[in-house]
């Protein structure tokens, strides 16, 4: 079975095989980080592993009715309890939360991590989305030094599992100095912005994203355009190289090749000696 990218853009930003991670996703309000995380969760979730969603926006019941209009259907995992929610929502409105995973005082960052380590006890190779961060520091009462302290620990027992998890953050709600304690909490940074332009046909809205850092494996910091589509999101390019031979998109450097006087772009030096092989059968009129 083909393997579904670690987060959506992951084989395009990041060179080789990832390494477990713990990433901030940063951005403002709306731009998308919700959908990146949920896609984030249900990859793994394709690939065998449990996945666990904190969420502090959304009720367990919206959570999977709003993955499942993604084109994430999540409803067979969540019944053999591989997709795990727990609801830091449902003592908003007084409720009882329809899940076994829940935090009924998120005010308390200990009972918060208490019910992260009930859903992934004794686990490994797990994937862990926090939403959000913000929320959490809304109702939490607690200073930035405890705060950072709390996801410390969580990071580590991350990395212990050797998992993967994002910790998303509304990057409008926040000032430099919490952006600053995050980043160096965590093994990455994703970062998420809009840009608008005019012109004649009118307002064009841009989403883009970048890895803006991470620990132990070469990878790409540019912008890229981003899109959500009723598959998730998509990462865009508005300049694309293609492999003559494959037409595969080449996302890192090009296999160079200079063949009777015209120089072409490979995938890899397989596809170059293809190419020529079939170009020394066909000749010209092969292209």
Known sequence: MKQLDVFPGSRRLVEG???PASLFLMGPSGIGKTIFAKQFLFNG??????????????????????????????DTYADNDTFRIIDGYSWKIGGKSCSKYCVSNPDNLASVSMAIDNARKDLKKTRLVLDSLTGLMSVCSHNLTFFSKFLQVIVAKTRASESNAIFLAASDAHDPVFMSYMREIFDGTLEMKMETKKDESGEEIKRLLRLFSLKGAKHKTQWALFEITNNGIILKSEKETRCVMCSRQIDWEPHLEIIEGKQYSFDSTECATTYKKLKALYGESFE
């Open 45 to 74: 979730l394709v690939n065998g592993e449990i996945g666990i969603y904190l969420s502090t926006d959304e009720s367990p019941r919206r959570i999977q009715e709003s993955m499942k209009r993604l084109g994430f259907n999540v």
């Open 17 to 19: 095989e990832m390494p």
